[in-house]
C-alpha cells in the first residue's frame, strides 16, 4: 500500500469527522483530524482484527484515550467493516444512534473500553496489556500460541496532563509491558489555548524517566509513522510511546493549530474550503470513495485470515492440551464452580471481617483460577495476598498477586482493562477512605458492566487512632449513589463468605465488598438464619417475639452486632426485630411482598444504626424512623473511645429506642 493510499484515506476519514461533527452542531473534529494520518497506518497495516467477530479471543486491542475525537475511530470501524454503518455515522450524538458523543464499550462493536474523562484510557490499556502477558504465560506451549495480541493506545495533552496517566505509565514500565504502544497526538492544543499556558513537561524525559522506548516523529509523515509502529512491534522489553507531532485541524485552511477546532463544528464554509485543501469533494457529505473501501476491505480479509489460523491452532490445543484448554473456555466465559458455599472456611471466634475475608480467598483461589488482583501497597492490611500463588513483576507474569503500588486510581482504571481483555475476575483493595482516589474508575467500571470486585477495608470510624484523614464517613452514601454498583458490607464472617459468592456471581457490574479493621462477632447459623440470606439483601437476623414488630433495628456490617445486643435488652415486653442489611441494591430487587415482610409498613419505628452518613437511610425508617450514623468527621483515638463520642453503644440505642417505643 502506497503513501497515495494512506493520504487518501487519511483525508476521506478527515472528510467523515468534519461531517459528523457539522451535522450534529456538536463535537470536536480538530483531533481526529490531526489524528487521522497516523490511525490510518495503524488500522491498515498493524492491527490485528476481525470485524466479522469483533470478540475474537486474540484480536489487537485499540483504545482511543482521547476520547472527545469519537469521530477518528467512529470512521475507522465503519471503514474497517464492523457493523457501524454510514447512516449511524450521520446519527452521531443523536438519541439512539450507535455514535454517541464518546466511544462507549458494549454499545458500538469495535470499541473496547468506554473513554473519555481524559487519562482512563490510558490506565485502562496498562490493564489490557497486562492481562496479555499473564494470560501467554498460563496458556502459551512452546509449540502453540494462543494468546499474541498487542495494545494499541491514542492520547492527546489532556491525557498525559492527568495524573492518573503517570501512575500507570510509571507501572507499566515497571512491568515492562513491551506490547503496549501509546501513540501520542501531540497537537499542544487545549481548550484554552496553547498547552504553554499551563505546561511545559519534557515528554521524553518523562517517558524515558519511566523506562519506555521513547520514538518522536512528524504526525504526518507517512514514513516516519510507518517505521516507528514498525519499531515498537520489534520492541522485547519495554512499552513504546510513539510522539506524534501533529496539527490539530489538518488540512483545514483557517482553523489549523487554532483552539476553535478543537471543540466546535467547523462551519460550512471552513468545511468546504477545507475538503478543497484535502481533495475531496466540496458539495458532498461524508464522502468514502470505493478505493477506500477496498483498502480496508482487503485488511479485512487478512485479519479474518488470521482469526481462523487461530481457531485451527485452538482445535489442535485442545486435542493436545485438553486439560490447559478446559481452563482456557471456563476463565474466558467466567464460568464458576458449581457450591461455592462447601468450601468456604468455619467461623466461630470474634474476626474482623477483613481478616475473614482473606481466609475466603484462599479458598476461592484453590476453585477460582481467574481470580487475581492486589492492592496498593497495603496487601498485608487488607489481607488480600493469595498464598502460594506468586507475584506478577518485570518478565514474571506467572503469578496470581499484583502490585500496584500506591496508585489507587490506575488500579482501579488496570482493573477495568484486565476484566475487558477477557479471562480474569480481577479485585483491587485499599483503605475504604480512599475510594474518593479511585472513583472515576469505579464509575466507569459501573457504566461498562465491568464485574470487577473492589475491596474496601477499614471501613469506618473504627479506625481509631489514624483519626479523621483515614475514617470514611461520607464515602458509603456517595457509592450507594453510583447506578450499577453493588455495594456489600457483611455483618460477620458468615456473611463475608456469602458476600464473596455474591460478588463472583454477580457478572453485570462492579462489586464492592466493605470490611472491618476491627473484630466482630460470628453469628451461629445452627441458631440464626443461614448467611446465604444476605443475597436478598436484607433479611430478619433475630425477632424476640413472632407477628408484628413493635420495634424494628436495621444494621448494615459491624453495627448489626450492636442492633442485636441492643434488641436483647429491649426485649422484655416488646416485640423487636433485627435486620442486618448488608445491600441496598439486592434489597431493592426483591419483590414488594418480601421487602414488606422484612419491613413491615405497618411497624413505624425503626431504628438504622451504620457508621456513616445517615443520607438515604429515610427510604428505609421512614418518616417516623430514626438513624444513629455519623454527620461529622471522626476523630484520632481509641475505637471504644469513639464508638462512646459518637454513640454507637448499646446504652445509647437503647435511650433511642426507648424514646420511640414512648412516643
Given at each position: ?458 471501613d469506618s470510624f473504627y479506625v481509631g487512632e489514624d483519626g479523621p484523614t483515614h475514617e470514611p464517613v461520607e464515602q458509603l ?187
Amino acid at each position: 500500500m502506497s503513501n497515495k493510499d494512506f493520504a487518501l484515506a487519511a483525508n476521506v476519514i478527515r472528510g467523515l469527522a468534519m461531517d459528523g461533527v457539522q451535522a450534529a452542531n456538536s463535537g470536536h473534529p480538530g483531533m481526529p483530524m490531526g489524528a487521522a494520518d497516523y490511525a490510518t497506518v495503524l488500522f491498515l497495516k498493524y492491527m490485528n482484527s476481525n470485524p466479522s467477530d469483533p470478540a475474537w479471543p486474540d484480536r489487537d486491542r485499540f483504545v482511543l484515550s482521547a476520547g472527545h475525537g469519537a469521530m477518528l475511530i467512529y470512521s475507522l470501524l465503519h471503514l474497517s467493516g464492523y457493523d457501524l454503518t454510514l447512516d449511524e455515522l450521520k446519527a452521531f450524538r443523536q438519541w439512539g444512534s450507535r455514535t454517541p458523543g464518546h466511544p462507549e464499550y458494549g454499545h458500538t462493536p469495535g470499541v473496547e473500553t468506554t473513554t473519555g474523562p481524559l487519562g482512563q484510557g490510558c490506565a485502562t490499556a496498562v490493564g489490557l496489556a497486562l492481562a496479555e502477558r499473564m494470560l501467554a504465560e498460563r496458556f502459551n506451549t512452546p509449540d502453540m500460541t494462543l494468546v499474541d495480541n498487542r495494545t494499541y493506545v491514542i492520547c492527546g495533552d489532556g491525557d498525559l496532563m492527568e495524573g492518573i496517566s503517570h501512575e500507570a505509565f510509571s507501572l507499566a514500565g515497571h512491568l515492562k509491558l513491551s506490547k503496549l504502544t501509546l501513540i501520542y497526538d501531540s497537537n499542544r492544543i487545549s481548550i484554552e489555548g496553547s498547552t504553554d499556558l499551563a505546561c511545559s513537561d519534557d515528554v521524553r524525559k518523562r517517558f524515558e524517566g519511566y523506562g519506555w522506548n521513547v520514538i518522536d516523529i512528524d504526525g504526518h509523515n507517512f514514513e516516519q509513522i510507518d517505521s516507528a509502529l514498525a519499531a515498537a512491534g520489534q520492541e522485547k522489553t519495554r512499552p513504546t510511546v510513539i510522539v506524534a507531532r501533529s496539527h490539530i485541524a489538518h488540512g483545514s485552511p483557517n482553523l489549523h493549530d487554532t483552539a476553535k477546532a478543537h471543540g466546535e463544528p467547523l462551519g460550512a464554509d471552513e468545511i468546504k474550503a477545507s475538503k478543497k485543501n484535502l481533495g475531496l469533494p466540496e458539495d458532498q457529505s461524508f464522502y468514502v470513495p470505493p478505493a477506500v473501501y477496498a483498502m480496508f476491505e482487503q485488511r479485512k480479509r487478512e485479519g479474518a485470515a488470521k482469526a481462523a489460523a487461530w481457531s485451527k491452532t485452538f482445535a489442535a490445543y485442545k486435542v493436545k492440551y485438553p486439560d490447559k484448554a478446559a481452563v482456557w473456555e471456563q476463565t474466558l466465559a467466567g464460568t464458576l464452580p458449581g457450591d461455592l458455599a462447601a468450601i468456604m472456611p468455619e467461623f466461630s471466634k470474634p474476626i474482623a471481617t477483613r481478616a475473614a475475608s482473606g481466609m475466603v480467598m484462599q479458598k476461592l483461589a484453590k476453585a477460582v483460577p481467574a481470580l487475581i488482583g492486589g492492592s496498593a501497597d497495603l496487601a498485608p492490611s487488607t489481607k488480600t495476598m493469595l498464598s502460594d500463588s506468586g507475584s506478577v513483576g518485570p518478565n514474571s507474569f506467572g503469578g496470581r498477586n499484583l502490585h500496584f503500588g500506591i496508585r489507587e486510581h490506575a488500579m482501579g482504571a488496570m482493573l477495568n482493562g484486565l476484566a475487558l481483555h477477557g479471562g480474569f475476575r480481577p479485585y483491587g483493595a485499599t483503605f475504604f477512605v480512599f475510594l474518593d482516589y479511585c472513583r472515576p474508575a469505579v464509575r466507569l467500571s459501573a457504566i461498562m458492566g465491568l464485574p470487577v470486585i473492589y475491596i474496601f477495608t477499614h471501613d469506618s470510624f473504627y479506625v481509631g487512632e489514624d483519626g479523621p484523614t483515614h475514617e470514611p464517613v461520607e464515602q458509603l452514601a456517595s457509592l450507594r449513589c453510583i447506578p450499577n454498583v453493588l455495594t456489600l458490607r457483611p455483618a460477620d464472617a458468615t456473611e463475608t463468605a456469602a458476600a464473596w459468592i455474591a460478588a463472583l456471581q454477580h457478572k453485570t457490574g462492579p462489586t464492592v465488598l466493605l470490611l472491618t479493621r476491627q473484630n466482630l462477632p460470628v453469628f451461629d447459623r445452627k441458631q440464626y438464619p443461614p448467611a446465604s440470606m444476605l443475597e436478598k439483601g436484607a433479611y430478619v437476623l433475630w425477632e424476640s417475639a413472632a407477628g408484628l414488630p413493635d420495634l424494628v433495628l436495621i444494621g448494615t456490617g459491624s453495627e448489626v452486632s450492636l442492633a442485636m445486643d441492643a434488641a436483647k435488652l429491649l426485649a422484655a415486653g416488646k416485640k423487636v426485630r433485627v435486620v442486618s442489611m448488608p445491600s441496598w441494591e439486592l434489597f431493592e430487587k426483591q419483590p414488594q411482598s418480601y421487602k414488606d415482610s422484612v419491613l413491615p409498613p405497618a411497624c413505624s419505628a425503626r431504628l438504622a444504626v451504620e457508621a456513616g452518613s445517615p443520607m438515604g437511610w429515610e427510604r428505609y425508617v421512614g418518616p417516623k424512623g430514626r438513624v444513629i450514623a455519623m454527620n461529622r468527621f471522626g476523630a484520632s483515638a481509641p475505637c471504644n473511645i469513639l464508638a462512646e463520642k459518637f454513640g454507637f453503644t448499646v446504652n445509647n440505642v437503647v435511650a433511642i429506642a426507648r424514646e420511640m417505643l414512648a412516643g
